[in-house]
């Protein structure tokens, strides 16, 4: 059986982040406004970890998820949630949030905060079953908010 580990990481993780991002966001290159993620060299995303975190996500040893998160005010907010196409489909992504989840609750945050393409609309409903309301329409995306106050330590457990 397969294990899934999740934990943080830094710039030492630039090259597996980047090489994630790139595999992951590939088939989106068509979008209008094209995605920025797919211009990043490693330089870029290891400049990126060392202002803010990441994660990795390994299946067993082979890295098959990433994310980058910024602190702002009192939220966190995700970045570029990246799962590789061969794996896509099985439920990653959305452990990958859950995992998220319980770290921005047990580091304080009020909330989580990302953006979404409204051209996928698999993605956004990915976010929406997990329970996270759209508060704006930037145009071409959406950005996303989840309430993590119900699930501080003094409110209700999920």
Not at 13 to 42: C, D, I, M, N
Not at 100 to 108: E, K
Not at 124 to 153: C, I, K, Q
Request: with cysteine.
């Amino acid at each position: 059986m397969s294990v899934l580990r999740i934990a943080w990481c830094g710039p030492e993780a630039a090259a597996t982040v980047h090489a994630l991002t790139q595999a992951a966001f590939a088939p989106y290159g068509s979008l209008k406004p094209p995605s920025t993620a797919l211009r990043e060299t490693v330089e870029i995303v290891r400049t990126d970890l060392e202002q803010a975190r990441g994660l990795v996500a390994h299946l067993d040893e082979l890295p098959v998820a990433a994310a980058r998160t910024l602190t702002l005010d009192n939220h966190l907010h995700l970045r570029r949630l990246a799962v590789h196409p061969d794996y896509q489909r099985r439920g990653l992504a959305t452990a990958v949030m859950h995992w998220v989840q319980d770290q921005a609750i047990s580091l304080g945050y009020e909330e989580i905060r990302l953006g979404a393409r409204n051209a996928l609309p698999a993605n956004r409903a990915l976010y929406e079953n997990l329970g996270y309301r759209a508060v704006m329409d930037h145009g071409f995306w959406t950005e996303f908010r989840l309430d993590l106050r119900p699930y501080s330590p003094n409110g209700p457990q999920r």
